[in-house]
Nanobody, 126 residues
Framework: QVTLVESGGGLVQPGGSLRLSCQVS????????LAWFRQAPGKEREFVAA????????HYADSVQGRFTISRTNAENTVNLQMNSLKPEDTAGYYC???????????????????WGQGTQVTVSA
């Protein structure tokens, strides 16, 4: 069984930064593909960023490319999302996800992930 717990959300002004963290419990942390998704009210859950198993590659949504950075710390079983130059449209609940059999073509699909955290709210507003 794998559990994920997000932290680091909050209120930030446009142009500001936040760092989200996700603590992953369970064994074999490095073999999981880890991802961040987000969901705004009235909208579908959307892919934000992913770090494939063993940290072999990273992937980003076009809307966050160049502003967000995903990283994983194997020694601490954490995956982080550094968010810079935040915009009001980044406002959403952010969810951490883990999957053990995520193939490259499915890394952006929520259906490919087996485990989810409870989410942390990010609000970008003046």
């Amino acid at each position: 069984q794998v559990t994920l717990v997000e932290s680091g959300g909050g209120l930030v002004q446009p142009g500001g930064s936040l760092r989200l963290s996700c603590q992953v419990s369970g064994s074999s942390f490095s073999r999981y593909t880890l991802a961040w998704f987000r969901q705004a009210p009235g909208k579908e859950r959307e892919f934000v960023a992913a770090s494939r198993r063993y940290g072999s590659s990273t992937h980003y949504a076009d809307s966050v490319q160049g502003r967000f950075t995903i990283s994983r710390t194997n020694a601490e079983n954490t995956v982080n999302l550094q968010m810079n130059s935040l915009k009001p449209e980044d406002t959403a609940g952010y969810y951490c996800a883990a999957g053990s059999g995520v193939i490259l073509s499915s890394v952006r699909s929520a259906d490919a992930y087996d485990y989810w955290g409870q989410g942390t709210q990010v609000t970008v507003s003046a």
